[in-house]
């Protein structure tokens, strides 16, 4: 049983931030490969002959043809017995002639499947030609026994992300981070020992054989693509035809990532600002240096003075450098960035802003409609699961713990490395990566063992303006993977291609139906236009 926390629609923001922030932070879960039901090991055969009973999605705005059910599945894979726990999934059905399933993963890590696929289901009914179209809320996300911090985070976000001497007492600041661990842990219960990519995926093959099918059709972005890669890894004779779009890394160090993205959210918003300039209702002015330096103004004066809101706490500047992160991963959100800026400074009204800062989404993609809040029973998800689940997964998917001793040594490094990244992200991102002190160790399975895949050719599509997944990542993970993998170079501007790209859709569409791939080294081109 997951404690709930109090309805507080912006208490919960620091963490909320972080989360949004880190979309890109992609890492695999703890613990190691276990065999299937027909190897070695504990016997897994009752969860993988089980048959999912379908009914329709219960919900404020649930579509009519979407239907919802559960998989059961271990809570811990090493000991079958000692409990379960139930996923959540739902499947639009297949319309043509059924080939199997192609499961979806939208990213985050913490984005729950179920009310993405609820909002943003028409840009796949292409392949519901062949396929029955599912995803799922991974285990510790939305309703598949949603972990929560309560208030455990206020105290370590608040520690960090205020004034300019926030780190010159890291000793305080490393207190308040193991203070937010024990409280999470207080507040999520079992299954965030068992959290992680890992597990995810070992959840999927379980699903795969609950749906029917002999091999995992699969899509997944940004985050999805590490728990595809770790899929191809874990089951690769189990792999069907799998398509990655917006490909992480599966190397680098989670403070090397964090940096990474937030060198790429300040390119991305420096091209805002320059688009912003040229129109005259631009509330930065009409000079891009000078609309720079109002910005990071701006989010200076919100954090010494934060606007009050409807909701009984004050926005502030990291809450706008949270609406920033979201808002810059589609060139389609600007018009709306631009015009909640101005109600914003001109008129102190922070309510538009707000829907940015505090959407609660995973994977901010061009085909998204409304935010998730309509489609979950606020009594069965905490409302802070979006970012509890982010951090939970990173941290269990990380490694690295540094001690006490050089986390201290290193704070001034770090901090003076993230803001020469960005001065608007980089205390930001820093704050998200800092969350896993105090946490278990995580598992380096991904590191050493992730690689050199024996499986049927997958997909892998980067994005060269990507601001959350460099497209150098892209070519890395090609080259790790070995030769199963084929890059499709998307030309483009934001984060993922699949719902931007007219080219990038009709590749993956034409791959996951009729298993044609693009040719090595294929390109879309920006010019071929938006969808």
């Known amino acids: ?70 998989v059961t599945v271990p809570l811990d894979y090493a000991r079958p017995r000692a409990g379960t726990l139930d996923l959540a999934v739902a499947r639009y059905r297949a319309t043509g002639d059924k080939r199997g399933s192609v ?53 370590a976000f608040a520690a960090i992300d205020g004034t ?13 981070l193991k203070k937010a661990a024990a409280q999470c842990a207080e507040h999520s219960g079992p299954v965030l020992k068992h959290i992680g990519t890992v597990n995810a995926s070992r959840d999927m093959d379980v699903l795969r054989s609950a749906l029917g099918d002999k091999k995992l059709n699969y899509l997944g972005f940004s985050y999805g693509t590490r728990l595809g890669a770790v899929y191809a890894a874990q089951f690769p004779d189990k792999v069907g035809r799998l398509a990655l779009d917006g490909v992480d890394t599966l190397t680098e160090p989670l403070t090397e990532q964090g ?11 420096d091209a ?29 004066s919100l954090d010494e003075d934060p606007v009050p809101t409807d909701f009984g706490e004050p926005f502030s500047g990291q809450d706008l450098v949270s609406a920033f992160g ?58 802070d699961n979006l970012p509890a689940a982010l951090m939970a997964i990173n941290c269990a998917d990380d490694p690295d713990r540094p001690s006490a001793a050089r986390l201290t040594e290193e704070l001034g490094r770090l901090r003076a490395e993230y803001e020469q990244a960005s001065p608007i992200f980089g205390r930001y991102r820093l704050t998200q990566v800092l969350m896993c002190y105090g946490r278990p160790k995580g598992t380096d399975y991904i590191r050493d063992d992730v690689k050199d895949v024996d499986t049927p ?52 569409v034409t791959f996951l139906l ?3 791939l693009p040719p090595s080294g294929s390109s879309c081109g920006p010019e071929e236009g938006r969808r």
Not at 25 to 41: E, F, I, Q, R, T
Not at 164 to 176: A, F, R, T
Not at 273 to 300: K, M, N, T, Y
Not at 464 to 485: H, I, N
Request: charged residues 25%.
């Open 457 to 508: 050719k997958m997909l892998l599509v980067g994005t060269r303006g990507d601001p959350a997944t460099p497209y150098r990542w892209t070519v890395e993970t090609a080259e790790r993977l070995g030769g199963s993998a084929v890059v499709l170079d998307n030309k483009g501007e934001g984060h993922t291609g699949y719902g931007s790209s007219k080219c990038v859709h009709r590749k993956v």
């Open 259 to 269: 940096a990474v993205g937030a060198r790429g959210q300040q390119v991305a918003l």
């Open 103 to 155: 499961l979806l993963n939208f990213g985050g890590p913490g984005g729950p499947g179920v009310p993405e696929l609820a909002y943003g289901g028409k840009d796949f009914m292409e392949l519901t030609n062949r396929y029955d179209v599912v995803t799922f809320d991974p285990r510790g996300v939305g309703r598949s026994s949603p972990v929560s911090c309560g208030d455990g985070d206020e105290d």
């Open 326 to 383: 979201q808002a810059l991963y589609s060139k389609e959100w600007w018009p709306s960035l631009e015009r909640a800026l101005a109600e914003l400074v001109e008129n102190g009204d922070a309510s538009g802003i707000m829907t940015f800062a505090t959407r609660g989404t995973s994977l901010p993609l061009p085909w998204r409609g409304k935010p998730v809040g309509g489609l979950v029973d606020e009594e069965d998800v905490p409302l």
């Open 514 to 516: 009729y298993g044609s």
């Open 1 to 70: 049983m997951v404690a709930k926390l109090s309805r507080r629609p912006v208490a919960r923001r620091r963490i909320l931030a972080g989360a949004l922030g880190a979309l890109g932070l992609a890492l695999l879960g703890a613990g190691l490969p276990v065999a299937v039901a027909d190897g070695d090991g504990p016997d897994l055969s009752r969860f993988y002959d089980q048959k999912i009973k379908w009914s329709r999605c219960q919900g404020e705005d649930m579509p009519k043809d979407l239907q919802c059910g559960k």
């Open 272 to 300: 805002f600002v320059d688009w912003c300039v040229e129109d005259i209702a631009c509330p930065f002015g009409q000079d891009a240096r000078s609309a720079r330096e109002h910005v990071g103004s701006l989010v200076r």
């Open 164 to 176: 300019e001497d926030d780190l010159s007492h890291p000793g305080d600041v490393l207190d308040q």
